[in-house]
Structure formats: structure tokens, C-alpha cells
């Protein structure tokens, strides 16, 4: 496996980043407490495609960051910075999304993309928040380590079949 290169959604990154995303649905099936959170039923390829091209538009207009990895010419990964609520007084602060294939977790692939992200971030956003479940150390490790503050947490927040988890807010300056 070649290392990853980490670098800004490409319109060819269409399939990898769709097919990424759906293989999720099957993961969560197997591990209820994995820390993504998703639709109530997932989404058709016409809705990723359609999202898919609403994110390229707001890429290509600077109103999101999105970074990409890349292994072995496929994408395995991403991170982005929406705002929080676009064209209000909220628009200088971002929400912060991440995710990396399963079978390329554990290899900093996430560290990275954070990073890059984070790094071009900087001159849209002033302040930078994310949701991530509360068992999920590793994850929080990595923000915090990043730079991120643990500002609170919300009991109950994330409802997934009968089961609910609590989530940590986090922010960066």
C-alpha cells in the first residue's frame, strides 16, 4: 500500500467518495457504535450524486474546505469544514466531518486530513466545532491533539435503532 496523499475533492473522486460513504451503512449494521453519524436510511445514489455535486459547487465557490486521501490512485478518505449556517452571522464558523475507509483506520490517514483541512480552514473559518461520540477515545484523542477543546456534551444525542449515545462538542480556534 502506497502512503496517502492527502489533497483537494477532484470531480473524479465521484464513485470512491459515494461508495465510501455507502460502505458505511454496512459497517454500522456490524458495529451499532461506530461514530458516524448517518441517515435514517440510506441514502440512493441519485441523492450522493446530487450531494456529491452541491459539495463540489460550495468547494469550487470557497464556501467549504474538503480535502481528499489517496491510496493507490483511490480516494479512502475525507474531511471538510461546512458552515455552520451559511450566509448568516453564524457563517464564520465551521462544522467539522471526517471519514476514512475501515481498512485504512490506525494508519494517520485521519491525523492528516485534519491537518490539511484544518490548515486551509483557517482564512474561511474562525472557529472550527464537531460532534463526536463519547466512547470513541481514539477520535477524541486525535482532535485534542489537534488542538480542539472539549467544550460539553450532550446526553442522548445520537439515536441509532434503540440504542443512544452521547456526544462531545468540541472546538478549535
Keep these: 500500500m502506497s502512503e496517502p496523499l492527502i489533497r483537494n475533492l477532484r470531480w473524479s473522486d465521484l464513485d470512491d467518495v459515494v461508495n465510501t460513504y455507502l460502505s458505511i451503512y454496512d459497517e454500522v449494521n456490524e458495529d451499532p457504535s461506530l461514530g458516524l453519524i448517518l441517515y ?23 464556501k467549504v474546505v474538503m480535502k481528499v486521501a489517496e491510496v493507490d490512485s483511490r480516494v479512502v478518505g475525507w474531511c471538510d469544514i461546512v458552515p455552520a449556517r451559511a450566509n448568516s452571522e453564524m457563517s464564520h464558523v465551521g462544522i467539522l466531518g471526517i471519514l476514512v475507509k475501515k481498512e485504512h483506520r490506525n494508519r494517520g490517514i485521519g491525523q492528516m486530513l485534519l491537518a490539511s483541512a484544518l490548515r486551509d480552514g483557517k482564512s474561511r473559518f474562525s472557529k472550527v466545532q464537531l460532534g463526536v461520540f463519547s466512547g470513541n477515545a481514539a477520535a477524541i484523542h486525535i482532535y485534542e491533539k489537534a488542538g480542539f477543546k472539549v467544550i460539553g456534551y450532550s446526553p442522548r444525542q445520537i439515536k441509532r435503532g434503540n440504542n443512544y449515545f452521547d456526544e462531545v462538542i468540541m472546538e478549535y480556534y
Design 40 to 62: 435514517l436510511s440510506r441514502p440512493t445514489i441519485e441523492d450522493e450524486v446530487k450531494w456529491f455535486s452541491n459539495r463540489f459547487i460550495e468547494i469550487q465557490s470557497g
